[in-house]
């Protein structure tokens, strides 16, 4: 065989090789996905609340539904229903697990935190706003093998997400014909307090004061949607939805995602430095800072900025370092 010949055939090798081991490990994954035990899981918005984010939707498996986790570093012991045998209980007869999975940092363990789902771009605004909506329940299927989770379909309210993306959207498109369109306003907070302080990254949680802006509400009752409306002096207004209220400049749907109104608390996070500042900050004035929110067509919340005395966050630092 000349040298010519030999070359060829280790270029055609080279070319060939990438696609053989490429094809091994797709075909290796779609073998552990769909090997090992079948289960439907519930899921929830990632902490700190980040849920639909550019093409991945990211979120944490609500095992707290099935009973009481574990430790973070225990194995976690999954048995079958009677009757149901996709929904898991967590049991701690460690003997008997019909899937036992592994503690660890990583995707394939129970206890990681940080999963995303790819979604086709074109469909994440719809996406969005279904996930906003506390009607909807989302679930995962995930098979169990060899003590790994592997991820399935995602599910909206039973049905498989992939299959009714343009009914989703259908959905929520419709919903937007009719209603406001976008608006910002100034918000007034409370409560800001530390949430999670390392040596590279401070994150803060706070509320919106909606006292402030005029709304008393009692929680243990049926929470109402929400009418903002724009004084003549540009503060804001709030007040609950009724029949009298049809002047709103914007309107906000109640449920228990980050974008609607009645969250609990928002999240805002900086490297040390800014966080610090922020803190401090925060010490020398609580009533200085607000928040820049937005509105859109779906009835739904955003915080765009944190402002301190009307300014926005980073120049308000880069400000200050200028002092120094």
């Not at 060829?8 to 996905?33: A, D, E, V």
Request: proline share 4%; net charge neutral; with cysteine.
């Amino acid at each position: 065989m000349t040298a010519a010949k030999q070359m060829q055939i280790i270029r055609l090798f080279c070319l060939i090789l990438p696609i053989i081991i490429l094809g091994y490990i797709t075909l290796s994954t779609q073998h552990k996905q769909t090997s090992g035990k079948l289960w439907h899981v519930e899921i929830t918005g990632y902490d700190p609340r980040d849920l639909l984010h550019g093409r991945y939707i990211r979120y944490q498996l609500n095992w707290s539904k099935y009973g009481k986790t574990p430790q973070a570093k225990e194995a976690l012991c999954l048995i079958s229903g009677a009757t149901d045998t996709t929904t898991p209980i967590i049991s701690t007869d460690q003997q008997n697990c019909t899937s036992i999975i592994k503690p660890g940092k990583n995707p394939e363990n129970w206890n990681y935190r940080g999963r995303r789902y790819q979604i086709p771009e074109k469909y994440a605004d719809a996406l969005d706003d279904a996930f906003a909506d506390s009607k909807n329940k989302f679930s995962v299927d995930l098979h169990v093998h060899n003590g790994h989770i592997y991820i399935g379909d995602l599910y909206m309210n039973g049905s498989k997400v992939k299959e009714n993306y343009s009914n989703i959207q259908s959905r929520y498109n419709d919903q937007n014909s009719s209603k406001f369109e976008a608006q910002e306003f100034t918000a007034a907070l409370k409560n800001l307090r530390p949430y999670v302080v390392t040596d590279t990254q401070v994150c803060v949680s706070y509320e919106i004061d909606w006292a402030r802006h005029g709304l008393i509400y009692d929680l243990t009752t049926t929470t109402p949607d929400l009418c903002l409306t724009r004084q003549a002096n540009g503060h804001m207004q709030a007040m609950p939805v009724s029949d009298d209220t049809q002047s709103c400049s914007a309107r906000l749907n109640a449920g228990s995602w980050q974008s609607t109104w009645n969250y609990p608390f928002e999240t805002f996070c900086r490297n040390n430095r800014h966080g610090q500042f922020l803190l401090d900050q925060y010490k020398q004035d609580p009533t200085a800072f607000t928040a820049q929110i937005s509105t859109n067509a779906n009835e739904t919340l955003y915080v765009k900025d944190l402002m301190i005395h009307g300014v926005k966050f980073n120049d308000a630092f880069n400000t200050e370092i200028k002092k120094q």
